[in-house]
């Protein structure tokens, strides 16, 4: 069962930046898609990116497609949200969610905003006005 781990979470002022990670210790990425999403409170679930498993192909919502990166080190096991320019609005819980995709075909599922199929348990970003 793939369990996905989420960390780089934190505090930050304004402005500022950081970089979340999702990993699945002992288990390959090799073929999932994987997605950015958060939970703000008192607002409902957002997609915020998502990537194909090459790392070739990416989605970002509206929102935050001039500020987050997402990206992926196969090498690593890892994939990456890069968020610069964070606003107090970014504060929430940051989840990464996975499906497995086509191991000959690279593409990014056409409904992830819709969710995807394993959640990691979140990391918390706070940021201060």
């Known amino acids: 069962q793939l369990q996905l781990v989420e960390s780089g979470g934190g505090l930050v002022q304004a402005g500022g930046s950081l970089r979340l990670s999702c990993t699945a210790p002992?288990?390959?990425?090799?073929?999932?898609?994987i997605g950015w999403f958060r939970r703000v409170p008192g607002k409902e679930r957002e997609a915020l990116a998502c990537?194909?498993?090459?790392?070739?192909?990416?989605k970002y919502a509206d929102s935050v497609k001039d500020r987050f990166t997402i990206s992926r080190d196969s090498a690593q096991n890892t994939v990456y949200l890069e968020m610069n320019s964070l606003k107090s609005e970014d504060t929430g819980d940051y989840y990464c969610?996975?499906?497995?995709?086509?191991?000959?075909?690279?593409?990014?599922?056409?409904?992830?905003?819709?969710?995807?199929?394993?959640w990691g348990k979140g990391t918390l970003v706070s940021v201060s006005s």
């Open positions: 969610a996975a499906s497995l995709t086509s191991a000959i075909n690279d593409y990014v599922p056409a409904r992830w905003k819709y969710g995807l199929d394993y």
């Open positions: 002992g288990f390959p990425l090799t073929n999932y898609a």
């Open positions: 990537i194909s498993r090459t790392g070739l192909l990416t």
